[in-house]
């Protein structure tokens, strides 16, 4: 499946900084904590809203809740 323009650009500098871009499906938190676990990810760089409040995100609450041996960074997302 093509990805979105500003998907495309997420998987081109993750494989330029040498990372792993996936496109998972299902409920985000479940599917980002179950792939982590599935493939021993130990760091994930995730990027929110830039109008959402910082730890006022539900979904990436819930994933640090879950992804125990996983760090979860996450950045300001750019203004589009």
Partial sequence: ADLDPVL???AALTAQ???QFTALQGRPADALA????QH??????LARDPGA???R???LNELTRR???TEVHVLLA???
Avoid: K, P, S, W
């Fill in 67 to 69: 992804a125990n041996d």
């Fill in 53 to 55: 409040q910082a730890g």
């Fill in 57 to 59: 995100h539900r979904v």
């Fill in 40 to 45: 021993q990810v130990t760091e994930m760089v």
């Fill in 17 to 19: 900084l040498g990372g």
């Fill in 34 to 37: 179950r792939f982590a676990y």
């Fill in 8 to 10: 495309a650009g997420y």
């Fill in 78 to 80: 750019q203004a589009r």
